[in-house]
């Protein structure tokens, strides 16, 4: 699978947008894009997935850059409880592993 | 839908022992399980991938002596570590996959090993 890259670390105002980068440059075509966030002595929790088009669920938005080779994952209005590290992997359909870099870690300011 | 827990939520065993931690899905059948390691601010690490009613597949630098895994219903994995060590002390994640229907991953709690 594709390798990410992702900023080490972000901060964002509390009711503001967050938006959180990252470049998959080496993407192929039957790799999906997936985004997971983990809050500090928790297991990961899932937020979103897409292929080409962008993606919106009650979570998140994901937009995906026409040639696929970054993406950004928005909180559209963040919360305190929002702060984790968002992990943003590569993976093609049908390979079951997911391999985690090492993430962003987004802090919510009050 | 969709939970994975894991008990227990936390372990602290003496240097030598064997300690045993589940991974159950409770509301869905998982063909696939996975065991992660999490060292302090480090990202996930992979360790070994179970298939119900088959042999573990581990990922490369894994004994598979020291960490034992076990997927013998679809709905329970249970990984066991062996003649632990401080060294072992980690943040242990299981992850659980309906597999045919769907190649999503959802993760347990987390187990935290503390080895005296």
Redesign the interface.
Known sequence: DAKTTQPTSMDCAEGRAANLPCNHSTISGNEYVYWYR?IH??????IIHGLKNNETNEMASLIITEDRKSSTLILPHATLRDTAVY?CIVRS???????????TRLTIIP | GAVVSQHPSRVICKSGTSVKIECRSLDFQATTMFWYRQFPKKSLMLMATSNEGSKATYEQGVEKDKFLINHASLTLSTLTVTSAHPEDSSFYICSASPGKVSNEQFFGPGTRLTVL
């Open positions: 983990q002595s928790q297991g990961p929790q899932y992990y359909w049908g390979n079951e592993k997911l391999t985690f870099g090492t993430g």
